[in-house]
Structure formats: C-alpha cells, structure tokens
C-alpha cells in the first residue's frame, strides 16, 4: 500500500479572518427553525390511518380466510420463514453463510397455535367452536393433516354469503367451523385484541398481528395504491405526496436490477453490498486511489475558489 | 501531598490534556483562517441545527406519548415539525458529506473526523428508520413487515425486532439518538482541535 500524501498537511500561517460562532450557530438555528415551521405549516406530514384485522376481515373476507387457512397448512409466508420466527427453511444465504440459521427461532412464531387455535381458544366455549376445538385437539396428527388438505383443495371455491365462510367440502371435520369462526372472531375486532394480548396484560409486542396482516393480500394492496412496493422504489418513498426516506435510495437502487431483483436472497445479497459499500465509505481516507479522487477531480478548487485567486495574484 | 503526587492524578491528567488538545481559543474561536470562505461550510452548522430541532420536536412528542399526534391538531403539528427537520437534516448531511469529500477533509491528521461523521450518518439512518417503524400507523406497519426481511436475513431479526413497536421506540428515542448526539459532539470536538483542513497544495501530486 501507497504510504498516504494525505498525512502530512502544513499548518496553515496565512491571513484569519473573523469569526463569530455563537452568532453563526444561533442564526444558523434560527433560520433552519423558521423554515421548519414554515414547511409544516404548509405541507404538514402524512397520517394513513393504522390497518386492523377486522378492517382486512370485513373489506376483503376470503383474503382473510384463505390467510388464515394457509396459517393452518402451513403455506404461508410466516409458516414458512425460517429464523427468527421457526425452523420451516434454512432462510436467505449469502453464498455459503446462513446468517440467520445460525442465530436460530428467538422469536419462535407456530402459526398453526398462534394465529389460529390460541385466539379461537381465548372465546367463550360454546358450540360448534368448542366442540370442533375439542375435534381438532383430539384427533392424530395424521387426521388433522387429511382434514386441512381437504379444505385446502375445495378452498379454490370458497365463497362468503350471509357473513359466513363456506367451503364444499364435507371431509374437513371441524376445519370450516374453526375457519369460520375466525372470521367471525377478525371481523368483530376480537382477533386484533387476542394476538397483541398473548403476552400478558401489558404490551407493546406487535409482532403476531403484523406477521399476520403481512401474510394477507390485504396490506400489500393498499401499499401497491400508495406506491410503496420494493418493486416501485417504495423504500424511499412516503404515503402521500412527502419525500421519504430518499437517503435509502442506493439501498432500494439494488432491489430494482438483475441479479437482484430475481434472486430468492436478494434481502441478504443487498445487505452485503450495503455494508461493505458502508465499510468503504469509512475507510475513504485509508484506501489508495480513492483518497485521491478529490486531487484528480479538483472540484475542491470550486470551494477554495478565493484562496485560489488569491494566491495566483 | 506532593505536586507530584497530584499531577499524576487521572483527573489532573484528562484536565491538562483537555486544556492542551482543546484550548478556549480552539473552543470558541473568533477568528478562523481566510480560506474558510464558501457556501459549503453552512451545510455543517444547518446539520447541527436540523439536529438541534429534530431533538425538541421529538422531546415535544415524547411528553404526550407515541399515540399523541394522532388525534391532536398541536400533536400532528409537531410531527410535521419532526419530520420536516429530519429531510433539512439528512439533506444538509449529505452536502456536507460530499463537501468534505471533495476538500479530502481528512488530511492532515483528520482521519478519525471523517470516521466519525460517517459512523454519525449511519446512525442517523437508523435513528430515523426507528423513527418510521414506530408511528403507529400504516406507513409504520408496511415498513416494518418489508424491513424484517432484510433485517431478518442478515440474523440480525434475532435481537432487532422491527415488528415489536415498544423495542424500536426505545431504541428510537434513548439509544440512537443518544448515540447520534455523542457521535455528533465528538465529531465537532474533533473539528475544533485540529481546525478546518486547509486548501490543496496545488504542487502536491495524487497517489
């Protein structure tokens, strides 16, 4: 490695000039204050109201359903994921590393029991939910298995008429009854309260409900209006017509081309690249050739302009 | 006890050394060399001001709680403040960054300030990601549910969940921000003990 010319700078023995910096940095605080105020006066910020279950439930209710039942067949994206929430897959690699794998299901999620059985056994047991509970708890595996299978295959036909879920089929024992009242359960609000409230009386947790909505169709949707899609640079983008996060945009850049914007890690991949190019850009005064961009392209002498004349006078 | 006995001190030591690397005229200087004369200085003391305002607005919305501002006229208002000062401050930032890019501020035995100001702006991403993940309302639910992806992939997710709101607003509000603050006086410290970086030698030749 080059030694570096940037080391050694002499001290600077020519003429000063006044400087004020209380006064610099009070002005300086005034006007960014003034012009704060002024942006929020005129443009104000964004607010769209937060999505519930039982808004997703009652607007769109066989999205909810086939949500709930691909918690329940465990083809859903968080039944699914891997670490941290369960051990379906071995999750995104960057290259031989599973980074992910390796840290393990700290935050275990069981979509079948947390998002489906807990919340329908939190109601009051009265049939038929009770007695398709008891159905479900009391049958193998192996049954329980034939009976979502089953609902799965007619699903495709599943329709919502007088605010109930109706699949044909007769060979899912007490699927369509725990289906059903699930939703019944989303589209009264109750569902919203069950998932946040499985830790206790207080809690600050979102992670079941979330994890829930996104598997929906329903979220996306409404993010796909508001231009929000990774697809649609949405990273950096805001609700409404607000700058975003427009300091993410070499983040989503990634996102947007090949191999990326095909690849099934694509999440890590980025990642990588963001924290090596974070990496480089800490090390800009250590590493030959770039350190020495600013002599090449001597922008600088846009900066220093007046030094610069002055000294060619 | 000797004089000896007292110079030795750990308290004497930092105070003397204090006292040496940043001198009252370092400090609060009223003076500055002649070369420091172009529109791209303002772009570090607006930085510092944005950071100024972000930090009372958000102490504004603290006192009312994360849910404030969502049924407040005032509450909103102060959001608008909050946000609005955080696009000046990442705006001012980034000029500020290319600025002494191309000034290769890091001459001169600067190294560890421009180290700095970039640990600063990582952490100003992060602060401010926090910040978007804990507005209970839809842009923070469709941030969150994407941003676990990514974090997640990286096992990050492990330690750093985006989907549990009471876990990013502390991280939001005490840990980032303190850390972004400390970084931030660091830096400027850093700037007042060696002085702004001087012009380019023209006779020097890149390597």
Redesign the interface.
């Given at each position: 490695m080059s030694e570096s010319p940037d080391v050694t700078v002499a001290p600077w023995t020519g003429p000063q000039r006044p400087y004020d910096i209380i006064k610099e940095g009070t002005i300086a605080f005034l006007v960014v204050a003034i012009l704060t105020i002024g942006l929020a006066l005129v443009f104000s910020s964004p607010d769209d109201p937060q999505v519930t279950i039982q808004q997703w439930s009652t607007k769109t209710p066989i999205d909810f359903a086939q949500t709930a039942l691909s918690e329940l067949n465990g083809t859903s994206g968080t039944a699914h994921y891997g670490a941290p929430y369960n051990t379906a897959s071995a999750g995104q690699k960057l290259g031989p590393l599973t980074l992910a794998k390796w840290l393990g299901a700290t935050i275990p999620v069981n979509t079948v029991r947390d998002f489906v059985l807990s919340p329908l056994e939190s109601q009051p047991a009265v049939p038929p939910l009770s007695t398709a509970l008891a159905q479900w708890k009391g049958a193998s595996p192996a049954q329980r298995t034939a009976w979502v299978d089953a609902y799965t295959k007619a699903a495709g036909k599943m329709t919502f008429v007088n605010s109930t879920v109706t699949v044909p089929t007769t060979a899912a024992g007490p699927v369509p009854v725990m289906i059903n009242s699930l939703e019944q359960l989303a589209r009264s609000g109750a569902l919203d309260q069950a998932l946040v409230t499985q830790n206790g009386f207080y809690t600050s947790n979102f992670t079941l409900p979330l994890l829930f909505l996104a598997d929906g169709s329903y979220l996306s949707d409404l993010a796909q209006q508001r231009h929000l899609l990774g697809t649609q640079w949405g990273m950096m983008n805001e609700t409404g017509n607000y700058p975003g996060q427009a300091w993410l945009w070499m983040y989503t850049f990634w996102y947007q081309v090949p191999p990326f914007s095909s690849s099934t890690n694509a999440d890590v991949e980025v990642w990588g690249i963001m924290m090596l190019l974070s990496l480089l850009l800490l090390l800009v005064p250590f590493i030959p050739g770039v350190r020495s961009i600013p002599r090449w392209t001597r922008v600088y002498r846009l900066i220093w302009r007046d030094h610069y004349r002055t000294q060619e006078v | 006890m000797s004089s000896t006995e007292i110079d030795r001190q750990w308290t004497t030591r930092l105070r003397h050394r204090v006292a040496r690397r940043l001198p009252p005229e370092k400090m609060?200087?009223?003076?500055?060399?002649?070369?420091?004369?172009?529109w791209?200085y303002?772009f570090g003391?607006?930085t510092?001001?944005?950071l100024?305002?972000v930090i009372l607005?958000g102490f504004i919305l603290a006192l009312k709680g994360p849910q404030w501002?969502?049924t407040s006229g005032i509450g909103?208002?102060v959001?608008?403040?909050?946000?609005?000062?955080v696009?000046?401050f990442?705006f001012a930032m980034?000029i500020h960054l290319w600025?002494k890019?191309?000034?290769?501020a890091?001459?001169?035995?600067r190294?560890l300030t421009?180290?700095t100001g970039?640990?600063t702006f990582?952490t100003s991403?992060a602060t401010?990601?926090t910040g978007?993940v804990s507005?209970?309302?839809?842009?923070?639910?469709?941030i969150?549910?994407?941003a676990k992806?990514?974090?997640?992939?990286?096992?990050a997710?492990?330690?750093f969940?985006v989907?549990?709101?009471?876990?990013m607003?502390m991280w939001h509000i005490v840990l980032l921000p303190l850390a972004a603050v400390i970084l931030t006086a660091v830096h400027v410290l850093m700037v007042r003990a060696k002085?702004v970086?001087?012009?380019?030698?023209?006779k020097?030749?890149?390597?």
């Open positions: - | 609060l200087p009223d003076t500055q060399p002649a070369y420091v004369a172009s791209i303002v003391v607006t510092l001001s944005a100024a305002v607005s501002w969502h909103h208002f959001n608008s403040l909050h946000l609005w000062s696009e000046i990442f980034v600025g890019f191309f000034m290769a890091w001459r001169g035995g190294s421009w180290v970039v640990v990582l991403i401010a990601f978007y507005q209970t309302n839809f842009d923070s639910q469709w969150s549910t994407q992806d990514g974090i997640n992939s990286t096992g997710g492990s330690f969940n989907l549990n709101f009471g876990q607003l002085g970086v001087p012009p380019f030698e023209e020097v030749e890149a390597r």
